[in-house]
């Protein structure tokens, strides 16, 4: 079985500040991993995932997330915040199986101030 | 490129009533995902099809059905509706055997039950 946990369901930051949004995972076989972002009224947009090879992964729109096996993470981080990001971030976990289930977790909400 | 659609994209529904939602894949993507996403809260997993079989099963109420028909569309039948039905319903479809097992998902059908 799999489970993620995100640390923070809350986020602020300002405009131009770092983003950095906490993500950990459980999983008894090598994990897939994603990060979703959800705008208002939306579907799921995928950021970035992590199947296997380099450990840090570039996504869209300035994101990227570093795997760490060691700590069981896959924090999301972008180095300067936009008022666009404002949104539901949601990470998620597969097994290294094509066609299973994504176990989500319980997201963050991230505000930019300006 | 063509995108997951699901229909209708807004539902609303008495209580006891039944419900039918419809998802069409992205064309060549053989298997189908439902997620169901309450207020505030993360997707969560209920039911999976590849090549019209059921693939994985989640915490989907014995109320609900779905299957997946010959052209690769899928419907997800809800019957009994119960005010805790009202959710977001996301279909998302993949290509099994594709290699990061990446699910691309649809805008979502936003069911309420008065």
């Known amino acids: 079985a799999q489970s993620v946990t995100q640390l923070g369901s809350h986020v602020s930051v300002s405009e131009g500040a770092l983003v950095l949004l906490r993500c950990n995972y459980s999983?008894?076989?090598?994990?897939?991993l994603f990060w979703y972002v959800q705008y208002p009224n939306q579907g799921l947009q995928l950021l970035l995932k992590y199947t296997t090879g380099a450990t840090l992964v570039k996504g869209i729109n300035g994101f990227e997330a570093e795997f760490k096996k060691s700590e069981t993470s896959f924090h999301l981080t972008k180095p300067s915040a936009h008022m666009s990001d404002a949104a539901e971030y949601f990470c998620a976990v597969s097994v290294t199986t094509s066609g299973s289930r994504l176990t989500f977790g319980e997201g963050t909400q991230l505000t930019v101030n300006p | 490129a063509a995108g997951v659609i699901q229909s209708p994209r807004h539902l609303i529904k008495e209580k006891r009533e039944t419900a039918t939602l419809k998802c069409y894949p992205i064309p060549r993507h053989d298997t189908v995902y439902w997620y169901q996403q309450g207020p505030g809260q993360d997707p969560q997993f209920l039911i999976s099809?590849?090549?019209?079989?059921?693939?994985d099963k989640g915490s989907i109420p014995d109320r609900f059905s779905a299957q997946q028909f010959s052209d690769y569309h899928s419907e997800l039948n809800m019957s009994s509706l119960e005010l805790g039905d009202s959710a977001l319903y996301f279909c998302?479809?993949?290509?099994?055997?594709?290699?990061?097992?990446?699910?691309?998902f649809g805008p979502g059908t936003r069911l309420t039950v008065l």
């Open positions: 999983s008894s076989v090598p994990p897939y």
């Open positions: 099809f590849y090549e019209k079989m059921q693939s």
């Open positions: 998302a479809s993949s290509l099994l055997g594709s290699q990061h097992n990446e699910q691309f």
